[in-house]
């Protein structure tokens, strides 16, 4: 039998952990008495289980005990305790809430065995799924399907670019996400990254949100202000809701890309700003445009380059990746039981058409996490038990469609864009893969 590590921790003077008959039945084990002792171990070692031994709940801090479970968050760990200690309610709830299972003294040697037998087991086991972060996607974001693979690679062409940007898509998409990932890879990640939302401000104020303003220039201001482009200088601005920006402040912004100066309110000193601008919108720039609502040359200044960011109805392979990825750091940062998602509640998230896109997503699972009374979250846990009729209902034809078009961008994916190889590899000639690639519109 292979060794196996585990980790004790006894908080009392007296042990009554079966050392000899752990040991006898193969296990490695490492003793340490207190929890800075404990931690150091655990960073060094590659531990899955531990053992936790305390007596009197009143003499010892649980936040000391947590800390060390965290120390490690994919370890199991076991509770060693008298009987007196589970009239303790806060106690019972920290066992619940942080140990695999727990064993009260006297010890029977042969029951704590096959209990740290079985923890180990589902931690091996556990440790063969997880999926490393690293592998999760690209940027700092999350997905791995083929139209985010794609976004991927725009990112990857325009991070290096100081030309602007136009970001498009529903709102909950990301934006805001992708703008701050392109500036950090940028040659300009040293310096400033600053947001600015369009549609939150009182128009009254736009103005001097973005250039400034002097000491005087107005009744209110009693100091100057620097504005968010200035304050911006050499790195990027983030202009989010763009379509927002009331029409006569989108000259002065014109104005700004054109020569790459600002003036503040009140000040006639025209200063030169080296600053790389990111727009956003989640409404139609080029209907806004036509109705009259933005201006024609503005567009054309800020739709330099363009990044749509894709609904996730159409990144349908990630929403368990998602899903899984939010609850983990939700669980971790609130110090709750870690949870996991039944294949019902999986399911459902599938047949749901996101009109919120990732946030709706975000906002749901941290409500499961609150809401779920069991270890297990299900689809009322979600908001998503009502039943769905139209949202998986596709055609035949449209079920095809989608399958190609899948089928098609992970080949060109593979084959990074070279048709003859993709052809080869999807057994179609050039010709009627270069045909598919203008039905369905897919950017190389």
Known sequence: ??????LILSLDALSHVPIKELDSAGWDIQTVTNAADAKVLIGKGNFFIGLIQFTDPHEFALETIEEVILANKSMEWLALIPTTCLQSPEVCRFIMDNFYDFHTLPVDSMRLQVTLGHAYGKTALKSRFVTPYKNIGGYQMIGTSPVMQELYQHMRKMQ???SPILITGESGTGKELAAQAIHFHSARNTLPFVAVNCGAMPTNLIQSELFGHEKGSFTGAFQRKIGRIEAAAGGTVFLDEIGDLPLELQVNLLRFLQEKTIERIGSNRTMPIDVRVIAATNINLENAVREGRFRE????????????MPPLR?????????????LEEFCRHERREVKRFSKKAFR??????????VRELINRVKRAAVMSESRLITPADLGLDKPVTTRNMLSLDKARERAELEAIQNSLQLNMNNVSEAARQLGVSRVTLYRLINKFQINM
């Open 297 to 308: 040359d503005l567009y054309y200044r800020l739709n330099v380059l363009r990044l749509r």
């Open 160 to 162: 290096s670019s100081d």
């Open 348 to 357: 459902a998230m599938y047949n749901h058409h996101w009109p919120g896109n």
């Open 1 to 6: 039998m292979a060794t196996r590590e585990i």
């Open 314 to 326: 159409e990144r349908e392979s990630d929403i368990e990746l998602l899903a899984q990825t939010f």
